[in-house]
């Protein structure tokens, strides 16, 4: 009886250390627009980011992600100047494509030291309703209640997804082609479950 009790354990123990869990987009993530224009440099954030992802950690480690999806109201990125918004949900069609999304479709490679590390990998971006698979980096780190924290910069032209970049006052202020998206993604575990 005592032999059974000891294999269960060495057979169930391991498998409870890799847990594979749901994690939810935490509403203190950040996603920001940074560009320039003929007058001044501009930026654009937003809050309010959904999503989820199916990541594997294990004795505090992140050791796999099996999925990532996030998602935005392009509308819901403010300037706080009102002109500017509206002729920025103008370039980017949100009449017609009011999400901006992102779905991650490879790992390359992950690098952890401790409770940090560098993640690279590759995902389809989704702007205007244009797809376009982009590489990205970003840093993660794990924090005592088992939280992660994503932080990446990933730079881009407007026009590689059909978007001409928004002019101002008549055209006589453009805004540069390129941008540069800094995102701050906090994560929290929903659902654990045991990877079998």
Same mark, same amino acid.
């Given at each position: 009886?005592?032999?059974?009790?000891?294999?269960?354990?060495?057979?169930?123990?391991? *498998?409870?250390?890799?847990?594979?869990?749901?994690?939810?987009?935490?509403?203190?993530?950040?996603?920001?627009?940074?560009?320039?224009?003929?007058?001044?440099?501009?930026?654009?954030?937003?809050?309010?980011?959904?999503?989820?992802?199916?990541?594997?950690?294990?004795?505090?480690?992140?050791?796999?992600?099996?999925?990532?999806?996030?998602?935005?109201?392009?509308?819901? *990125?403010?300037?706080?100047?009102?002109?500017?918004?509206?002729?920025?949900?103008?370039?980017?069609?949100?009449?017609?494509?009011?999400?901006?999304?992102?779905?991650?479709?490879?790992?390359?490679?992950?690098?952890?030291?401790?409770?940090?590390?560098?993640?690279?990998?590759?995902?389809?971006?989704?702007?205007?309703? #244009?797809?376009?698979?982009?590489?990205?980096?970003?840093?993660?780190?794990?924090?005592?209640?088992?939280?992660?924290?994503?932080?990446?910069?990933?730079?881009?032209?407007?026009?590689?997804?059909? #978007?001409?970049?928004?002019?101002?006052?008549?055209?006589?202020?453009?805004?540069?082609?390129?941008?540069?998206?800094?995102?701050?993604?906090?994560?929290?575990?929903?659902?654990?479950?045991? #990877?079998?």
């Amino acid at each position: 009886m005592k032999r059974s009790i000891i294999f269960l354990l060495m057979f169930v123990l391991p *498998l409870a250390m890799m847990a594979q869990s749901t994690y939810k987009i935490s509403p203190k993530s950040v996603l920001k627009v940074d560009g320039t224009s003929t007058m001044h440099d501009w930026s654009m954030q937003t809050s309010s980011i959904t999503g989820d992802a199916q990541l594997e950690v294990t004795e505090g480690k992140l050791t796999g992600i099996k999925n990532l999806q996030l998602s935005l109201k392009a509308e819901s *990125l403010k300037s706080g100047k009102n002109a500017m918004d509206k002729n920025a949900y103008e370039a980017l069609k949100t009449g017609k494509h009011p999400n901006i999304t992102f779905k991650l479709t490879t790992i390359n490679n992950i690098e952890q030291k401790g409770n940090e590390g560098l993640i690279t990998a590759t995902g389809m971006l989704t702007i205007a309703g #244009v797809s376009k698979q982009e590489k990205i980096e970003v840093r993660y780190t794990i924090d005592k209640d088992g939280a992660i924290s994503f932080k990446g910069k990933k730079e881009f032209k407007m026009s590689q997804f059909g #978007v001409t970049p928004p002019s101002f006052m008549f055209g006589s202020v453009t805004t540069g082609d390129l941008v540069t998206i800094d995102i701050n993604l906090l994560v929290t575990a929903s659902t654990p479950t045991v #990877v079998q």
